[in-house]
């Protein structure tokens, strides 16, 4: 019996929307991980978000511009970011968090005059997970199933070159930005990444479901607003399973 407050109409959609999410994210927060760039997921989200704000902005009315504006600016960013890493290695995660920083001061800049300016803000940061419908679950695990296959296909063959990287975390971070929200996205690269060091990425993929699953499940349960539960829930199942080999050892 499904308990009241449980509406698998939405669940399964927001559901299936964290699965596609964390097919590209945890193996890219892996590689995050192990090269200590951390905060380069949330630049990038930021830059993807600030950029579908001044599209929707600029040129309202035209749906195209709106749509691929995100993906110039992260592309742009990511971009941007590559160089800089290639000549200030020392200084990249500085350069990172300088990125962010402006990103997200302009993004609070362009929304200041609007009068729905903190619920567009709110919407950028914690998502609508569970407003999204199953065309847009569709179009992005498209977009994220690409992303995969050129993965596995690099790494099969010798490991995927960083300018590649910064290219396919720019397109999987864009898709994902819009669907979650930044803190989502930060969350589900990193969280999953850090319990399943030295595990692989199953338990990566693990971690991620069990903690899209509690999440969704208590926001349904509480009525309590989805993105910032999942992000709580996987911070919960992220910390439960890398305390698990110490239990058991």
């Not at 959609?13 to 995050?32: Q, S, Y």
């Not at 070159?161 to 690269?189: D, E, K, N, R």
């Not at 699953?213 to 919960?236: E, K, Q, R, T």
């Amino acid at each position: 019996m499904i308990p009241a407050g449980v509406d698998l109409s939405i669940l399964g959609p927001a559901f299936v929307t964290g699965l596609v999410v964390l097919a590209t994210h945890v193996p890219l927060g892996e590689r995050v991980l192990a090269r200590g760039i951390v905060f380069l997921d949330l630049a990038i989200a930021q830059l993807a978000a600030a950029g579908a704000i001044a599209g929707h902005l600029l040129l309202p009315d035209v749906g195209v511009v709106s749509g691929l504006a995100p993906f110039a600016a992260a592309l742009a960013g990511s971009y941007a970011l590559y160089r800089s890493e290639r000549r200030w290695p020392a200084l990249q995660e500085a350069i990172i968090g300088v990125v962010f920083v402006v990103t997200a001061s302009a993004l609070l800049l362009m929304l200041a005059k609007s009068p729905h300016g903190g619920e567009q803000l709110n919407d950028v940061l914690a998502g609508q997970i569970l407003w999204v419908a199953w065309e847009d679950v569709g179009s992005a695990a498209a977009v994220s199933g690409l992303v995969l296959a050129v993965w596995l296909w690099r790494m099969r063959r010798g490991g995927v070159p960083q300018s590649l990287f910064y290219v396919l975390f720019a397109v999987s971070v864009t898709v994902s930005v819009q669907l979650v929200g930044v803190y989502l996205v930060f969350a589900s690269l990193i969280l999953p990444a850090l319990a399943a060091r030295g595990l692989g990425l199953t338990a990566g993929f693990a971690v991620g479901t069990a903690g899209y699953a509690a999440g969704l499940l208590a926001s349904g349960l509480w009525d309590l607003p989805a993105g910032p539960a999942v992000v709580v829930a996987l911070a919960a199942t992220a910390g439960a399973a890398s305390a698990l080999p110490r239990v058991s050892g």
